[in-house]
Each structure stands twice: as structure tokens, then as C-alpha cells.
């Protein structure tokens, strides 16, 4: 059944009986999917029948149907022509693992961090009035991404707006209300009906003209429905709340929709789901299965990597339990990435020291500054694409302050199949720039080791910002802190210095051996070491910067400010990230597009060089 629906229109034809074969014909096809290409499974998996409803309910790609993130949006992507580019998600070249507008019509809005769907329905909904066009607005959040301050924001704003817009939450780890069952779903039917709210409306009109009556119905209908039904927020932001209803019940959801697609004005439809549904494995470890992997379809293992040593993350890891077994100041903070910032031992080991705010970067940086006022010494782990989110809090409330907060910046550079959305591209830029804040950038595992004490031990605010996956396969040797602010020469050559800065100095080494040349680990964006840079300047024809950063305000940048500064007139030539968004691939396959390799690093410095 389901390679007759290519699109949502071919969906619409089928009768309610055909929908929940063609829902788990989906789910099968999703599984084995994933299991060939990787990605993110539990989540979509949570959502096949909402998926289904949605579309067979409202006229997309004309009604605007808004994902919140992406991780669940996989179902939506095979039933709006992309069934058969499956196959190539997250590839170069192949689908986005998050929604992309110009990858089809039906991704009404682009999304690779969360908590953005309210608003961006609400603006579309703004925009539809302004021009006169009566469409429906559906924004589909998580909630986990409920708990992030803009999507509150949004809500409140819509309330006050009193715009035709449907929240639909996704609630598939019970966060917000008990498990649904008859009572729950029978009151969904009669809330959600045109019955119930002509009634509704009515006695407010009729009773609202009576002197006092007015308030007394209100305050009536809101005392009811709070007993009854977690909703009384929702209500209060202006919203009319229905639910919650069983998710993956496809005719309560098809009823429910049709009949809310009848209401106006902002609705909230709560839905309850089970991460992972259909697929044992997942059922039983959503966590794990929330991005996965190859795996085998019929047992859910996970195909190994088949490369040896540990990752920066498990690097950071076994730095923080290590250190706070020594320290009781310090505290750990991450918003929502517990499992992909490398703290599942930390919070084991220290659960009244580990703090997981959800998805909240602005307060997890700020809590961390309010932490490090009273003597405290926090350390937020955080991805550099999210660390994005918090940018103020990080001037205002650290920067400023002086304040003794350690960063332990993961996903720093390119990240492969997550693509443009979650690169960590920009926080060298975006970081150097602030006063009293303290870049370190590790060129291997035992590096990030002791560049995390370093950056401990500083009295102030200060970054280690290391890429994803495994290094060098280095030792991890215990020790001590690294020399503050001084960077190392690690190899002797001759007219060309190669100034690397973290996971780039791998590359420089291999240019190097073929040119002969001179290679610096700076190991410190902020302070740079400008008498090591001095000297190279003095003794090289060309200086050579390589970072995995944009190069606009970045460690190239940095270096080109140093010898302005001193008044040092010597060839100079950046490599870096370009000034594009670089879509999903491998990390070297990205590293191929930005020419970063060594192999395309080669012919121009020979062409720089012959031309001296």
C-alpha cells in the first residue's frame, strides 16, 4: 500500500479502514531505512500514525505543516515524494537528516535546532491574514522542545494574537501528564467537536450579556476543564487545549483533527506517543535508538565503527568524573545532551552535582554564572552549534562578569551527516571576539585532556572547543595542566610555517613532509602565543594559518591582527571554512568541499611559493 502514496494527495483517496496498514507498512520501511543509511529513528517512529493523520486531515503543502526540529519528521519525508531518495539520507549529495525548504515544498519551514515551530507557524499564520489567505498553520513540537524559553515565547505571543494556529505537542516521554485512556480520549472527542463549542460559544454569548454572568462562565468552564484535564496553562496562554489523546490511535486522531481543523483561533492538541513504537529494540532504549548507526533490522545491533581509540568525547568524560572525584566545587550543567556531551558516568557518579536543564541553552550558561558568583566552578558541556543559542548570557552574564565558568565545547568544526545545521562552524568567530574569554583547541585525545585542566584551573571563563568522533589514537596520559597560552613547534622545516590550530594540524603535518616545511601546534586561539609567531615570521618566507572554522574572524584572523599589531609585513595565507553552508556528507567528504584536505593544500602553497 505504501508505494501507491507517493504524496500526501494519494493519501487523501484512501478510505479510514486502509489507514493503519499503509501506517505499518510506513514503519516497516522506516526501520529498514535507517538500519542501511543511519540517523535518526526512535522519534519518527513515535509519530507514524500523527504523520498519517496529519496529512490525511489538512491539504499539505498548502496548509503549512511545521516540524520542530527534524529527528521526527522522517515519516513526513516518505510520504511527500521522497520515499525513494531514502535510500541516500544524510549522504552526500542524498536527503537532509533535517527539513530543508529547498528540498521539497512540503517542509514548510527549515529546522535543525528545536523549539522553533510555534514561532515560525505563528509568522506564517501573521502572513496569511496580511494577505488575505485562509489556509491552516500546524506546528508539531516535542516535549522536549517544550522546554526551551522561545517556544514559550511563541505561545504566549500567539494567545495574544489570537491567531488561527494548531500546536500539536508530541508528548512521547509522558513529561507532562499522566498515560492517556477512555476518559482522556472521550473528552477529546467531546471538546474537539462542532457540537460542544457551538454550546460553548453560545452560552458565553447569551450569558455574556447579563450583568456578572459573564466572568462567572468562564471561571466555571476553566474550573472544569482544569480538574479534569492538564490543560489550565495552555488555556490561560489563550490557547483552546484538547487531550491528552492516544497517538497512535489513527481514527481518535483523524476525528480529533477533522474536528479541530473546524475551530479557529490558537489550538492545542496534546498528544501522547511512545518513542520508538514498533520496533522492539527502540521501545525498549529509545535513548539509544534516538540516533543511530547501520544496524540489522531484525536484531536492532548496531554495526561497529571497526576503528580503534577513544573519542574527544570520552576524553571529556573521563576528565570531568576524574576531576570532580578531586573537587567538590565543580558542578556539571548540559542542556538536554547528556548521553552526546559524554555525562551518562558523571551523572551516575554525581547526580546532586549534574544538572540537565533541557533544552534551555540561555539558562544553562546563565545558571552556570549564578553558580561561579557563590565560589562554585562550573563546567557546561555543551555542542558549539548550540553553544549559538546562549551567545548573550555568555557576554552579559560570564564574559562580563569575569566569572570562573569552563566550556567544554563538543562538535567544534565538521560533523558529517547532521550537515550545515549542526556544524560547528562559527565559535572561534563568534567566541574570540569577547573580552576576558579563553579559546583552547586540541590537536588529539591526551591535548583535550590537558587543555580541559588548563582551562580549569584558569580564574575565568574559558573554551575547549574539540571536534567530534575519535582522534589520533594517542595515549591519554594523566598530568599536568598545559603552559598557559604557549603553543609547541612539532616540526623543523624550512621558508614555510604551518600555524595549525586543533584537529588541523594532522593535515599540516601530512603538507609538511611533502613541502619540507615547518609545522606550529598553537594550541591557544585566545591568547595567542605572539612570540612564538614572531619567530616564525622572522624565519619563514610564507606563514600558513589552518583551522576548522570560518575563516571570517577566525584563528587566520587572529593571527593577521598579531602582526598588524606588531607592525610584521609577511606573507600570509588562511585556510578555513568558506563562506557557504556545507551540506551533510562524511567529515572528510566535507572537508573535501571546504579544500581542506591535504591533497588540495598542496598545489597552492607550491603556486604561493614559486611566486616569492
Request: aromatic residues 8%; charged residues 20%.
Given at each position: 500500500?505504501?508505494?501507491?502514496?507517493?504524496?500526501?494527495?494519494?493519501?487523501?483517496?484512501?478510505?479510514?479502514?486502509?489507514?493503519?496498514?499503509?501506517?505499518?507498512?510506513?514503519?516497516?520501511?522506516?526501520?529498514?531505512?535507517?538500519?542501511?543509511?543511519?540517523?535518526?529513528?526512535?522519534?519518527?517512529?513515535?509519530?507514524?500514525?500523527?504523520?498519517?493523520?496529519?496529512?490525511?486531515?489538512?491539504?499539505?503543502?498548502?496548509?503549512?505543516?511545521?516540524?520542530?526540529?527534524?529527528?521526527?519528521?522522517?515519516?513526513?519525508?516518505?510520504?511527500?515524494?521522497?520515499?525513494?531518495?531514502?535510500?541516500?539520507?544524510?549522504?552526500?549529495?542524498?536527503?537532509?537528516?533535517?527539513?530543508?525548504?529547498?528540498?521539497?515544498?512540503?517542509?514548510?519551514?527549515?529546522?535543525?535546532?528545536?523549539?522553533?515551530?510555534?514561532?515560525?507557524?505563528?509568522?506564517?499564520?501573521?502572513?496569511?491574514?496580511?494577505?488575505?489567505?485562509?489556509?491552516?498553520?500546524?506546528?508539531?513540537?516535542?516535549?522536549?522542545?517544550?522546554?526551551?524559553?522561545?517556544?514559550?515565547?511563541?505561545?504566549?505571543?500567539?494567545?495574544?494574537?489570537?491567531?488561527?494556529?494548531?500546536?500539536?505537542?508530541?508528548?512521547?516521554?509522558?513529561?507532562?501528564?499522566?498515560?492517556?485512556?477512555?476518559?482522556?480520549?472521550?473528552?477529546?472527542?467531546?471538546?474537539?467537536?462542532?457540537?460542544?463549542?457551538?454550546?460553548?460559544?453560545?452560552?458565553?454569548?447569551?450569558?455574556?450579556?447579563?450583568?456578572?454572568?459573564?466572568?462567572?462562565?468562564?471561571?466555571?468552564?476553566?474550573?472544569?476543564?482544569?480538574?479534569?484535564?492538564?490543560?489550565?496553562?495552555?488555556?490561560?496562554?489563550?490557547?483552546?487545549?484538547?487531550?491528552?489523546?492516544?497517538?497512535?490511535?489513527?481514527?481518535?486522531?483523524?476525528?480529533?483533527?477533522?474536528?479541530?481543523?473546524?475551530?479557529?483561533?490558537?489550538?492545542?492538541?496534546?498528544?501522547?506517543?511512545?518513542?520508538?513504537?514498533?520496533?522492539?529494540?527502540?521501545?525498549?532504549?529509545?535513548?539509544?535508538?534516538?540516533?543511530?548507526?547501520?544496524?540489522?533490522?531484525?536484531?536492532?545491533?548496531?554495526?561497529?565503527?571497526?576503528?580503534?581509540?577513544?573519542?574527544?568525547?570520552?576524553?571529556?568524560?573521563?576528565?570531568?568524573?576524574?576531576?570532580?572525584?578531586?573537587?567538590?566545587?565543580?558542578?556539571?550543567?548540559?542542556?538536554?545532551?547528556?548521553?552526546?556531551?559524554?555525562?551518562?558516568?558523571?551523572?551516575?557518579?554525581?547526580?546532586?552535582?549534574?544538572?540537565?536543564?533541557?533544552?534551555?541553552?540561555?539558562?544553562?550558561?546563565?545558571?552556570?554564572?549564578?553558580?561561579?558568583?557563590?565560589?562554585?566552578?562550573?563546567?557546561?558541556?555543551?555542542?558549539?552549534?548550540?553553544?549559538?543559542?546562549?551567545?548573550?548570557?555568555?557576554?552579559?552574564d560570564v564574559a562580563l562578569q569575569n566569572l570562573d565558568v569552563t566550556f567544554a565545547v563538543d562538535r567544534a568544526g565538521l560533523v558529517g551527516a547532521d550537515g550545515a545545521t549542526h556544524a560547528g562552524a562559527y565559535d572561534l568567530s563568534y567566541v574570540r571576539c569577547i573580552p576576558n574569554m579563553s579559546i583552547l583547541a586540541p590537536a588529539d585525545e591526551n591535548e583535550c585532556h590537558h587543555m580541559l585542566q588548563a582551562a580549569w584551573e584558569h580564574p575565568g571563563p574559558a573554551m575547549v572547543r574539540y571536534p567530534r568522533g575519535k582522534?589520533?589514537?594517542?595515549?591519554?596520559?594523566?598530568?599536568?595542566?598545559?603552559?598557559?597560552?604557549?603553543?609547541?613547534?612539532?616540526?623543523?622545516?624550512?621558508?614555510?610555517?604551518?600555524?595549525?590550530?586543533?584537529?588541523?594540524?594532522?593535515t599540516g603535518m601530512q603538507v609538511a613532509e611533502a613541502l619540507d616545511a615547518t609545522v606550529v601546534n598553537m594550541r591557544f586561539v585566545k591568547p595567542l602565543d605572539v612570540q612564538l609567531l614572531q619567530e616564525m615570521a622572522a624565519s619563514h618566507e610564507l606563514l600558513v594559518t589552518l583551522e576548522e572554522n570560518a575563516l571570517m574572524g577566525g584563528a587566520g584572523s587572529a593571527v593577521a591582527e598579531a602582526l598588524n599589531e606588531k607592525g610584521i609585513q609577511v606573507p600570509l595565507l588562511p585556510f578555513g571554512l568558506p563562506d557557504r553552508?556545507?551540506?551533510?556528507?562524511?567529515?572528510?567528504?566535507?572537508?573535501?568541499?571546504?579544500?581542506?584536505?591535504?591533497?588540495?593544500?598542496?598545489?597552492?602553497?607550491?603556486?604561493?611559493?614559486?611566486?616569492?
Open positions: 500500500m505504501l508505494e501507491q502514496v507517493d504524496l500526501p494527495e494519494d493519501l487523501r483517496l484512501l478510505d479510514m479502514g486502509q489507514l493503519q496498514p499503509l501506517a505499518d507498512e510506513l514503519r516497516e520501511f522506516l526501520v529498514e531505512s535507517v538500519s542501511r543509511t543511519g540517523g535518526h529513528l526512535a522519534a519518527g517512529l513515535g509519530v507514524v500514525e500523527l504523520t498519517v493523520a496529519l496529512h490525511y486531515v489538512f491539504d499539505t503543502p498548502r496548509d503549512k505543516l511545521v516540524w520542530d526540529v527534524g529527528h521526527q519528521a522522517y515519516p513526513h519525508k516518505i510520504l511527500t515524494g521522497r520515499r525513494e531518495r531514502m535510500a541516500g539520507l544524510r549522504q552526500k549529495g542524498g536527503l537532509s537528516g533535517f527539513l530543508k525548504c529547498s528540498e521539497s515544498e512540503y517542509d514548510a519551514f527549515g529546522a535543525g535546532h528545536s523549539s522553533t515551530s510555534i514561532g515560525a507557524a505563528l509568522g506564517m499564520a501573521v502572513a496569511a491574514k496580511q494577505e488575505g489567505i485562509q489556509r491552516e498553520h500546524i506546528a508539531v513540537i516535542g516535549d522536549g522542545a517544550l522546554s526551551a524559553g522561545m517556544a514559550f515565547e511563541a505561545l504566549n505571543h500567539a494567545g495574544a494574537l489570537d491567531m488561527d494556529l494548531l500546536v500539536v505537542l508530541n508528548d512521547n516521554d509522558m513529561s507532562i501528564s499522566n498515560p492517556v485512556g477512555a476518559v482522556s480520549n472521550y473528552l477529546a472527542r467531546v471538546l474537539s467537536s462542532r457540537f460542544y463549542n457551538r454550546v460553548r460559544e453560545g452560552g458565553k454569548n447569551v450569558l455574556g450579556v447579563m450583568p456578572g454572568m459573564r466572568n462567572l462562565v468562564d471561571r466555571w468552564e476553566e474550573h472544569m476543564k482544569g480538574m479534569l484535564i492538564p490543560g489550565t496553562l495552555f488555556e490561560e496562554l489563550g490557547f483552546n487545549y484538547i487531550g491528552p489523546i492516544d497517538g497512535h490511535d489513527l481514527p481518535l486522531m483523524v476525528q480529533t483533527l477533522r474536528n479541530m481543523k473546524q475551530m479557529r483561533g490558537p489550538r492545542f492538541l496534546h498528544v501522547v506517543t511512545q518513542k520508538g513504537r514498533g520496533f522492539a529494540p527502540a521501545e525498549g532504549d529509545p535513548c539509544v535508538y534516538h540516533g543511530v548507526g547501520p544496524f540489522d533490522p531484525d536484531t536492532g545491533q548496531q554495526n561497529g565503527s571497526g576503528s580503534s581509540g577513544k573519542t574527544y568525547t570520552q576524553v571529556f568524560s573521563d576528565w570531568i568524573c576524574g576531576q570532580a572525584a578531586e573537587d567538590e566545587r565543580l558542578l556539571a550543567i548540559t542542556p538536554a545532551m547528556c548521553e552526546g556531551s559524554g555525562l551518562v558516568q558523571f551523572a551516575t557518579d554525581f547526580p546532586r552535582r549534574y544538572f540537565d536543564v533541557g533544552i534551555a541553552e540561555q539558562h544553562a550558561v546563565t545558571l552556570a554564572a549564578g553558580m561561579a558568583c557563590d565560589g562554585l566552578k562550573p563546567v557546561v558541556a555543551i555542542y558549539s552549534t548550540f553553544l549559538q543559542r546562549a551567545y548573550d548570557q555568555l557576554i552579559h582522534g589520533t589514537g594517542v595515549e591519554v596520559e594523566a598530568g599536568q595542566a598545559l603552559p598557559w597560552g604557549k603553543g609547541e613547534i612539532r616540526r623543523e622545516g624550512q621558508r614555510v610555517a604551518l600555524l595549525c590550530f586543533g584537529s588541523m594540524l594532522a553552508y556545507l551540506e551533510q556528507g562524511t567529515q572528510r567528504e566535507q572537508l573535501e568541499m571546504a579544500g581542506l584536505t591535504a591533497g588540495q593544500i598542496l598545489p597552492i602553497l607550491r603556486e604561493r611559493l614559486g611566486g616569492l
